[in-house]
């Protein structure tokens, strides 16, 4: 009779502790949603593959992204440090295959996380920032399931000389 007592107090105490992981996030399968995206200036970009969306960009803009959950630091060591894992790509959109790749930095120890290209955009030129699926939450239970596309354009050289 103790056996069997003891076996029904440990099955509901592992039931409840299985239910307290999930509600804390340590166990499920909820994907991570992008909130927002801006930039420094404030501006809100539209999430989007139409860069006509996006337009007068300043070239030296850093873009914030907003997600749902806080992003693992770890995420940014794979784009660092193994280039075909990249997660966060911003390409020229010069054709229809592609344009060349931007270098750029990411930070994902705070909220938002931030995309800076290493050196000022070019002028008047169609930019398309991917934020490819996979991206996972610091518990690693959440993340991201598909791309996120936003695409934009950058303020002509004539009025950036005029601000």
């Known amino acids: 009779m103790k056996n069997i007592f003891f076996i029904i107090i440990l099955a509901a105490n592992i039931v409840l502790l299985s239910a307290s992981l ?10 991570i949603t992008l909130e927002k995206a801006s930039l420094n200036d404030g501006t809100t970009l539209l999430v989007s593959p139409n860069p006509d969306n996006n337009r007068n960009v300043l070239v030296n803009s850093t873009i914030k ?11 940014v060591s ?3 440090n193994q280039p075909n894992k990249t997660l966060f790509i911003l390409t020229k959109a010069l ?3 592609g344009g060349a790749v931007v270098p750029v930095t990411v930070t994902a120890n705070k909220s938002p996380v931030t995309v800076k290209p290493i050196s000022d955009l070019e002028p008047q030129t ?4 991917t934020v490819k ?3 996972t939450s610091n518990n690693r239970a959440y993340w991201t399931k598909t ?5 934009f354009t950058t303020k002509s050289q004539k009025a950036e000389q005029h601000k």
């Open 22 to 31: 999930q509600n804390a996030g340590w166990w499920g399968d909820e994907e």
């Open 65 to 75: 992204l907003e997600f749902s959950r806080k992003i693992t630091d770890t995420t």
């Open 78 to 80: 794979i784009i660092t």
């Open 95 to 97: 054709t229809k295959a």
């Open 126 to 129: 169609k930019y398309i920032l």
């Open 133 to 135: 699926a996979g991206i």
């Open 147 to 151: 791309d996120i596309v936003i695409a």
